[in-house]
Every structure is written in structure tokens, then in C-alpha cells.
């Protein structure tokens, strides 16, 4: 009695279908680790202790707020009209700091970055660095354009305190002399006594209560 012979409905070598590789997937992983290396780059160095205009500017572009860090930048020099020579002096600072920002934005925003090799995409975060510690020592040079501009500005009002000063005094003088010359530094000396009783009652009274 002959055995029965068994069939196979499927091939029994035939391998199981492979799970499609979703490479778009992969490469936007990649690029995301990419930009967090970058982003913890920069943040390292803002550093602390940095004057308000960069710590808040550098911060923007570390998080890819370009357009805004640009607009804070210029705001921030327009507000300063209470110095006018200030303006004046950054605004080669200024054009080159947007430049910078405008630089830092390509070169991480560089097309199919995710593509490239190892060594160039190093390149270009190196690039990315070096441009951002840029902006840094630029930013703090309109730091100290505008701490100068103030520093003359109280100077100026010093100078004209004591010009002021000076021609009461020269006044004063005058008066005193054609007083005396009048025969009246008698009267002068009443005046300028009870002027001093009066300043000494208000300081006594101000110390005092």
C-alpha cells in the first residue's frame, strides 16, 4: 500500500517579505540629534555673567530665533535716542551682527545636511560655532560703545555743573565787589549771613527732625 505523498501549499524556503527601511524617517532622527548637539553647543557658550544685549540675542539664535534676535538687536539700538552718537558708532556693529545671525541660520538650516559625511557636517557645525562666538565678542563691543557713550554723557553734565558753578561764583564776586565799592559791604555781609541761617535751619531740620 503506497504512501500518500504530502504537498505544500507555499514554498517552504520562500523568506518572509522584509520590513520596508522608512529612510525619510531616519534621516529626520538624524537631523534632530544633529541640531539638539548644536543647540547644547551654543548654550555652552553663552556662558553667565553676559551683559543683557547678549545674553538675551545669543539666546535667540541658540534657539533658532533669527528673525526675532534680529529684531531685538535693532530695537534695542533704536531705544538708545537718548544718545544719538551711540547709534552712530555700532552701526557697523550692528549690520555685521545681522550678517552673522543671518550666516548661523544657512549653515544650520544647510539642505540634506543629514547626508552628508561625518567629517563635513563637523565642518560646518565648527563653522556654526566660530560664527556664533562672532556675534558674541560683537555683540559685547555695542556693549561698551554704549557704556563709553553714557560715561561721556555724565561728563558733559559734570563740565557744565561746574561751568554753572563758576559763574555764580563770578557773580557773587561782582556783587560783592561793587557792594564794597558802593559802601555797602555791611549790607552784603547781613544778606549773606542771613542766607547761611537760613540753608543751616533747613539742614538741621532735615537731620534733625
Given amino acids: 500500500m503506497g504512501q500518500a505523498i504530502k504537498t505544500f501549499d507555499e514554498d517552504p524556503f520562500e523568506q518572509s517579505p522584509v520590513p520596508a527601511v522608512d529612510y525619510q524617517a531616519l534621516e529626520t532622527d538624524k537631523a534632530h540629534e544633529i541640531e539638539?548637539?548644536?543647540r547644547k553647543e551654543l548654550n555652552r557658550q553663552i556662558g553667565p555673567h553676559l551683559g543683557e544685549l547678549r545674553q538675551g540675542i545669543l539666546q535667540l539664535v541658540a534657539n533658532n530665533?533669527?528673525?526675532?534676535?534680529?529684531?531685538?538687536?535693532?530695537?534695542?539700538?533704536?531705544?538708545?535716542?537718548?544718545?544719538?552718537l551711540f547709534q552712530q558708532r555700532v552701526e557697523t556693529y550692528v549690520r555685521h551682527c545681522k550678517?552673522?545671525?543671518?550666516?548661523?541660520?544657512?549653515?544650520?538650516?544647510?539642505?540634506?545636511?543629514?547626508?552628508?559625511?561625518?567629517?563635513?557636517?563637523?565642518?560646518?557645525?565648527?563653522?556654526?560655532?566660530?560664527?556664533?562666538?562672532?556675534?558674541?565678542?560683537?555683540?559685547?563691543k555695542i556693549?561698551?560703545?554704549?557704556?563709553?557713550?553714557?560715561?561721556?554723557?555724565?561728563?558733559?553734565?559734570?563740565?557744565?555743573?561746574?561751568?554753572?558753578?563758576?559763574?555764580?561764583?563770578?557773580?557773587?564776586?561782582?556783587?560783592?565787589?561793587?557792594?564794597?565799592?558802593?559802601?555797602?559791604?555791611?549790607?552784603?555781609?547781613?544778606?549773606?549771613?542771613?542766607l547761611v541761617d537760613l540753608l543751616t535751619g533747613v539742614v538741621s531740620s532735615a537731620l534733625f527732625g
Fill in 36 to 38: 539638539l548637539r548644536i
Fill in 65 to 84: 530665533e533669527y528673525d526675532s534676535a534680529v529684531d531685538e538687536l535693532q530695537l534695542y539700538v533704536d531705544h538708545k535716542t537718548k544718545y544719538p
Fill in 99 to 140: 550678517n552673522l545671525i543671518y550666516a548661523i541660520q544657512a549653515k544650520r538650516n544647510f539642505p540634506s545636511s543629514v547626508v552628508l559625511s561625518y567629517a563635513r557636517q563637523q565642518e560646518l557645525s565648527e563653522k556654526v560655532r566660530e560664527h556664533f562666538e562672532e556675534l558674541k565678542h560683537y555683540l559685547k
Fill in 143 to 194: 556693549e561698551r560703545v554704549e557704556r563709553e557713550v553714557k560715561l561721556d554723557d555724565m561728563r558733559s553734565t559734570v563740565w557744565v555743573l561746574k561751568t554753572l558753578t563758576y559763574c555764580l561764583f563770578a557773580l557773587f564776586a561782582l556783587g560783592f565787589f561793587l557792594d564794597l565799592k558802593a559802601g555797602m559791604a555791611n549790607s552784603f555781609f547781613v544778606a549773606f549771613h542771613s
